[in-house]
């Protein structure tokens, strides 16, 4: 099989290749703007890497669309302190540009598995979110947080008519709260834009305090990201056809933590690394306002737990590292590779 993966070393992008690498006889082409995060994929034979712009090198993923037998447009602006920020860029990038790689699709027949995303249902009340049933509730114009959501919303929508009148084959999946190594670098951490996990440890790492968004009580299922990778492996294996317009959420509902215990398992995750334990000091928790820590635009999500029955089913899959493993883990990977960084 070959896939074609824009946006190959971004953090689901630059894992999945690994493992496609590793279990697979499959031919990975990718592109991106840089191979930082590829490691020793970027020798493999069976990987085909363009260091390039998607907005620039539109040719070359025509070409490639044409080649391939499955399309994945992992390219996104996807921190929530960006949709805030730069409105108009999250459109442009995840919408405008996905849209067209969708409508390649089409043209030449070839099955996209496009990441949509947890953040589709929104401020969605159900206790866990559900693929084929839950609403997907957004807030107002004036709160521009919710431009991501709308912009994958509509995507996915796109695609789903498409595929119900038979122009193309296709896979929806939603991660929830992907973490693990490489999910954001210190330099977007520096600049307080990275998403909470990796927010929390570079925050540790650079003894700067902890913010606690409107007193921390938001919870998220955290996801390993080994383990959405296996089901993501099975999406694209799709046996028998069986995830064929289908909608799937990818998360671990047993994951489930407020952002204030978050930060508590995090310090004392950190405090006890041996390359830690000694510091003279450690970053304190404090709690800061959501008009203060991203601003006018902005509004939180208080719960989002999803339904896995679908995946459980479809792919006969489940989630198996725990929130401790998963977060130490990513935690340990963090410090190992910003050693002396800071
Ligand atoms: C994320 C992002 O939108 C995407 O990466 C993705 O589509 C989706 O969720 C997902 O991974 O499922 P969110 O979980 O809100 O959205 O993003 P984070 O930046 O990780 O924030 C999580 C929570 O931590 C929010 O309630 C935020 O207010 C809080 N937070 C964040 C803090 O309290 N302090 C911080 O320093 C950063």
Redesign the pocket.
């Known amino acids: 099989m070959k896939i074609l993966i824009l946006g190959v070393n971004g953090f689901i992008g630059h894992h999945l290749t690994n493992r496609i690498l590793a279990q697979t006889d499959w031919i990975v082409y990718g592109m991106d703007l840089a191979d930082d995060r590829l490691g020793e994929a970027v020798n493999n034979p069976r990987f085909h890497f363009l260091e390039g712009d998607m907005a620039i090198n539109k040719e070359w993923i025509e070409y490639h669309i044409k080649k391939c037998d499955v399309v994945l447009p992992l390219v996104a602006i996807?921190?929530?302190?960006l949709?805030v920020e730069d409105p108009i860029g999250v459109y442009n990038l995840d919408f405008e540009m996905n849209l067209a790689v969708v409508k390649q699709c089409v043209k030449y027949h070839k099955r996209v598995v496009f990441p949509s995303?947890?953040?589709v249902y929104g401020a969605c009340t159900d206790p866990e979110f559900k693929e084929d049933e839950s609403f997907l509730v957004v807030g107002p114009i004036q709160k521009e947080r919710w431009i991501?959501s709308c912009c994958?919303q509509l995507l996915d929508r796109v695609i789903y008519a498409y595929g119900t009148r038979g122009h193309l084959e296709f896979t929806l999946f939603r991660?929830?709260?992907?973490i693990g190594p490489r999910l954001d670098s210190l330099d977007v951490a520096k600049e307080?834009s990275?998403?909470?996990?990796t927010?929390?440890i570079a925050?540790l790492l650079m003894k700067r305090p902890?913010?606690?968004?409107?007193g921390?009580h938001?919870k998220?299922c955290f996801t390993y990201v080994d383990d959405g990778i296996s089901a993501l492996m099975k999406i694209l294996e799709n046996k028998n056809d069986i995830c064929k317009s289908e909608i799937i959420n990818i998360?671990n509902p047993d994951n489930e933590c407020s952002?204030k215990e978050?930060?508590d398992i995090l310090k004392n995750l950190f405090m006890a690394h041996p390359a830690h334990r000694n510091d003279k000091a450690y970053s304190e928790i404090i709690e800061?306002s959501?008009m203060s820590?991203?601003g006018k635009g902005?509004q939180?999500?208080y719960s989002?737990k999803p339904s896995i029955e679908k995946a459980r089913k479809l792919l006969d899959w489940k989630p198996e590292i725990g929130l401790k493993d998963a977060l130490r883990m990513t935690l340990d990977s963090f410090l190992e590779e910003n050693k002396g960084a800071v």
């Open positions: 996807a921190t929530p302190k949709y995303t947890s953040e991501y994958k991660p929830f709260n992907w307080g990275s998403r909470v996990v927010q929390f925050e902890i913010s606690l968004v409107d921390g938001q998220r998360g952002v978050l930060a800061a959501a820590y991203y902005y939180d999500i989002r």
